[in-house]
């Protein structure tokens, strides 16, 4: 069983910065963050792989960097040069399978930190 907090999250001006940070527990192999806008699917903002690759969602074009601490147990998403449709409920996900940047392939969710980005 994996567990997973998240924190960070808030109100921001566009073109500001963000770090998301998720303390995870349990046994995993691929883990990132995702986010769900009302009325959208939910889409991979940024994954870490099996073999410790980094991908990211198409939207991202290089603004965002996830990191991995393999002896705190987290994983963070710092966030620059936001845009209001970057505004949605971020989640943490684990998986038991390297399913990369699909998100339907997630077993594990916390349970979100909203982030709002104001023009």
């Known amino acids: 069983q994996v567990q997973l907090r998240e924190s960070g999250g808030g109100s921001v001006q566009a073109g500001g910065s963000m770090r998301l940070s998720c303390v995870a527990s349990?046994?995993?192999?691929?883990i990132g963050w995702f986010r769900q806008a009302p009325a959208r699917e939910r889409e991979a903002a940024a994954v870490v792989t099996k073999n410790g690759n980094l991908e990211y969602g198409h939207f991202v074009e290089g603004r965002f960097t996830i990191s991995k601490d393999s002896v705190r147990n987290t994983v963070d998403l710092q966030m620059n040069a936001l845009r209001p449709e970057d505004t949605a409920m971020y989640y943490c996900?684990?998986?038991?399978?390297?399913?990369?940047?699909?998100?339907?392939?997630?077993?594990?969710w916390g349970q979100g930190t909203q982030v709002t980005v104001t023009p």
């Open positions: 349990g046994p995993y192999v691929s």
């Open positions: 996900g684990a998986a038991e399978w390297d399913y990369r940047l699909n998100f339907r392939g997630y077993k594990y």
